[in-house]
């Protein structure tokens, strides 16, 4: 976080956008403000005002979704945005420059370490401020280097005890607690995934890679479509399972860990729907091995629109839903994403997202670790970023008439969520997305970027809570 140079920082938020005229004029009004030694940054006074109650998060949040993209402060007003929220959660802890001012009085600290700390705390909190929970800290994620608190550990320790020492003894023993928790909450994080990797080798590459990647299965079955619970159809995902288990077995992170791979069995086969003037039918099953039950989905149809060879291949649980769900009488999708039209919005949103994703691509990509292909093979459609999008309601006009919004589920192959875990990290992203009209041709609307991004947010922190119902096998196996 760097200093601003506008020397109203107040000032600096009305232009990029974040904060009205009547909020501006409110903060410059309060009591407070008056006395406010010239703020930081812009964020620094963004979350003053939420502290003092000037303004919410949610009011914040709408502030930033209405700045255009190609507005002239947008990356400004993001990156406000991003800094007041940190300092709003340090404020919550009591550290502020309150506290940086106490621990500098009582000598615990020195000018430059107090003068780059007062950059990266919250001018007031909402809590007392707490010199304890500052240092640690300062110790942890500011400024002060591991050795610098260490010596300071070490002067403390050796005064006298006189009144003074006294108290900043104990501030700092209080300090190193908070300190040693935090290094044995962060041991503990690492243990629980080094463990979930040697024991969950299933949860790591089934869950992950399985249900919620690209991996797809072949059946060569008669002309007619089988049910999804059919013989066929079951026997072509026993043999997916098995293939699944051998390639945990060649794969799995820790070969001499002891665990032991089961071979997952699948349950309650059902169909979601069929769709009749493609020939496919939409299905659902549980997936069990040990004591985890996921839900999976596959599709069974033609490997050609008008071919006889049929093919069963493993979907998105989100897209199956969706797309096979909502279905006429006559077998025909009930949305279309009208006056729009599938095709028409499926190419205006691939050429929004496209953009956003080739700077995390590449960013994961050197997070990801190398692994040799496995028993499985991908299906190339699924392995897009972009794999699948299906209207899940109408589409509905915006009442300043620029355009439509339409709520759709999107299969998003995540790159970072895929690097962190290891497998594809799929994920299904839930959202209304505005599209315009322009010259003749569809384009998504100028808030694409924000909203699609924050639905991303939202699906990858629920995908890395419990990873559970996020898709199906899509692997390739030919019988």
Same mark, same amino acid.
């Given at each position: 976080m760097t200093p601003d140079a506008n020397p109203d920082a107040f000032l600096a938020l009305l232009t990029q956008g974040l904060i009205t005229d009547a909020q501006h004029d409110a903060a410059r009004a309060h009591p407070e403000a008056s006395a406010l030694a010239p703020l930081p940054s812009p964020a620094h006074a963004l979350a003053w005002m939420r502290v003092r109650g000037l303004m919410t998060e949610d009011e914040q949040n709408s502030a930033l979704d209405s700045i255009a993209d190609d507005a002239p402060h947008a990356d400004? *007003?993001?990156d406000t945005a991003i800094d007041?929220?940190?300092?709003?959660?340090?404020?919550?802890?009591?550290?502020?420059?309150?506290?940086?001012?106490a621990l500098f009085k009582d000598a615990l600290i020195d000018a430059e370490t107090r003068d780059m700390a007062l950059a990266e705390t919250p001018v007031a909190g909402s809590v007392a401020a707490s010199p304890v929970a500052t240092l640690a800290w300062l110790a942890t994620e500011g400024p002060l280097e591991k050795e610098g608190f260490e010596a300071l550990r070490a002067q403390v320790a050796a005064e006298p005890a006189f009144a003074t020492a006294v108290e900043r003894a104990r501030i700092v023993a209080e300090a190193q607690a908070l300190v040693e928790a935090d290094e044995r909450a962060a041991r503990a994080w690492q243990a629980?995934?080094?463990?979930?990797?040697?024991?969950?080798?299933?949860?790591?590459?089934?869950?992950? *890679?399985?249900?919620?990647?690209?991996? /797809?299965?072949?059946?060569?079955? @008669?002309?007619?479509?089988?049910?999804?619970?059919?013989?066929?159809?079951?026997?072509?995902?026993?043999?997916?399972?098995?293939?699944?288990?051998?390639?945990v077995r060649m794969r799995r992170l820790d070969p001499n860990g002891g665990a032991v791979i089961e071979t @997952? !069995?699948?349950?309650?086969?059902?169909?979601?729907?069929?769709?009749? @003037?493609?020939?496919?039918?939409?299905?659902?099953?549980v997936m069990t091995q040990?004591?985890?039950?996921? @839900?999976?989905?596959?599709?069974?149809?033609?490997?050609?629109?008008?071919?006889?060879?049929?093919?069963?291949?493993?979907?998105?649980?989100?897209?199956?839903?969706?797309?096979?769900?909502? %279905?006429?009488?006559?077998?025909?999708?009930?949305?279309?994403?009208?006056?729009?039209?599938?095709?028409?919005?499926?190419?205006?949103?691939r050429e929004g997202a496209a953009p956003l994703g080739a700077a995390r691509a590449a960013s994961a990509a050197r997070m990801r670790p190398r692994t040799e292909p496995g028993l499985v093979r991908k299906d190339p459609n699924r392995s897009r970023e972009i794999a699948e999008i299906e209207p899940t309601g109408p589409c509905r006009k915006l009442e300043d008439g620029t355009g439509h919004a339409c709520p759709l589920v999107v299969e998003y192959n995540d790159s970072? %969520? /895929?690097? %962190?875990?290891?497998?594809?990290? !799929?994920?299904?992203?839930? /959202?209304?997305?505005?599209?315009?009209?322009?010259?003749?041709?569809?384009?998504?609307?100028?808030?694409?970027?924000?909203?699609?991004?924050?639905?991303v947010l939202e699906a990858r922190m629920a995908g890395m809570a419990g990873m559970a119902g996020t898709g199906a096998p899509d692997t390739s196996i030919q019988q």
């Open positions: 400004d *007003a993001a007041a929220d940190d300092l709003v959660e340090l404020a919550e802890q009591g550290i502020t420059h309150e506290a940086i001012d629980r995934a080094q463990r979930s990797r040697r024991i969950g080798a299933w949860k790591f590459l089934a869950t992950v *890679a399985v249900i919620g990647g690209g991996i /797809g299965w072949y059946a060569f079955a @008669p002309a007619s479509v089988p049910a999804c619970d059919a013989a066929s159809t079951r026997k072509t995902l026993d043999s997916l399972m098995r293939r699944v288990s051998m390639d @997952p !069995s699948v349950s309650s086969l059902r169909e979601v729907g069929y769709l009749k @003037p493609e020939r496919v039918r939409g299905c659902m099953a040990g004591d985890s039950k996921e @839900p999976m989905a596959y599709t069974i149809g033609p490997t050609e629109p008008k071919g006889d060879e049929m093919v069963v291949r493993g979907a998105d649980v989100a897209i199956v839903q969706a797309r096979f769900g909502n %279905l006429d009488a006559e077998g025909r999708p009930l949305y279309n994403a009208e006056p729009i039209g599938r095709m028409a919005m499926e190419k205006a949103f970072l %969520l /895929g690097a %962190l875990t290891g497998g594809d990290g !799929s994920l299904p992203v839930r /959202g209304e997305f505005t599209f315009v009209e322009d010259n003749g041709n569809w384009r998504v609307g100028d808030d694409f970027a924000q909203t699609f991004m924050r639905r």
